[in-house]
């Protein structure tokens, strides 16, 4: 019977699954990870520096990297700009650039709009790889509830083919109010059917919440299977169905369980990036440097706060 019960776990693909490993629940890794930290653009876009503005703060608030939005890179080029001197700009900055926010309909169950979205994909990925960035971050665009998780999957082993080909490796990322795409649960699904061992996970916690995921599931992920954070806080005085990404607020300054998250980040092993990212319309109206430079110590002391 135990031979038989092996034989179905493989024809279903659970066999061998590379980035989630429900047995590092069980297992302290011999390694714990190491934290560097990252300004998403979105938590000083609503001042609208620009691209280059965005570097310098970055730079002088003392982050380690900076998260770019593709439609930033995409208007600093229409500008006149090059890729070449954006990379150098970068270079000089000191920064990373760990990863870039699109959103190509990649996972769209319609073929041809499938198509147009692995070409757009693949478009953005070779802008990226011409600036030093290696990720990017692929949500559910466009997809239909309810999605078809194996079609999903397959879908999201083509991205990672393609993200070998172009040196930008896709990030499955959900939204907590995406209904087609809202909850840890199914990026589990989908990077366990593309069976790949360069599937990569990009949780949030913000969306952890929004979506009802909660927070424990993150114990079940390898280390590995993540490599960028979003970290952000929630607030406790809104109904969390009624929550919007304009509600987040810096990490701590909420009420979600960020202490034991990053500590279980750090448990389950593999270096992450934690990358500051707010839509909070009051935080637009100050100073983006100090904004900045606010988020990146909260981050820091809660980081202090898990060891």
Not at 263 to 269: E, Q, T, V, W
Not at 274 to 296: I, M, Q
Request: proline share 5%.
């Amino acid at each position: 019977m135990e031979i038989k019960r092996r034989n179905v776990l493989k024809t279903i693909g659970l066999g061998s699954i590379a980035a989630v490993q429900p047995v590092s629940a069980f297992s302290m890794p011999k390694k714990k990870g190491k934290f560097t930290y990252c300004l998403n653009t979105s938590t000083i876009r609503g001042q609208d520096p620009g691209l280059a503005k965005y570097i310098e703060i970055a730079a002088e608030a003392g982050y380690d990297g900076i998260e770019i939005w593709i439609q930033d890179l995409k208007k600093f080029l229409a500008d006149g700009n090059s890729t070449s001197t954006l990379k150098t700009m970068i270079e000089n900055s000191g920064l990373k650039v760990e990863n870039a926010i699109g959103f190509a309909p990649w996972m769209v169950a319609d073929k041809d709009k499938s198509r147009q979205g692995f070409l757009q994909m693949e478009e953005e990925m070779n802008l990226l790889a011409a600036i030093g960035c290696k990720r990017v971050a692929a949500p559910g665009v466009g997809a239909e509830a309810p999605v078809d998780l194996v079609l999903a999957g397959e879908k999201f082993k083509d991205l990672l083919d393609l993200g070998r080909k172009t040196g930008v490796m896709p990030q499955l990322e959900f939204w907590g109010a995406f209904k087609p795409f809202y909850h840890l649960g199914q990026i589990l699904m989908v990077a366990a059917v593309a069976n790949d061992p360069d599937a990569r996970l990009l949780p949030d916690i913000f969306h952890l919440y929004r979506g009802g995921s909660g927070f424990d599931g993150l114990k079940l992920i390898n280390g590995n299977a993540i490599e960028i954070f979003h970290m952000n806080d929630f607030q406790g005085n809104i109904q969390r169905e009624e929550q919007s990404d304009k509600d987040r607020v810096y990490p701590g300054d909420g009420v979600g369980p960020l202490v034991q998250v990053v500590r279980d980040l750090k448990n389950m092993g593999g270096d992450k990036v934690l990358s500051l990212e707010l839509f909070n319309p009051e935080y637009w109206k100050e100073d983006p440097l100090h904004v900045a430079k606010t988020g990146l110590a909260k981050m820091k002391a809660i980081v202090k706060a898990a060891n």
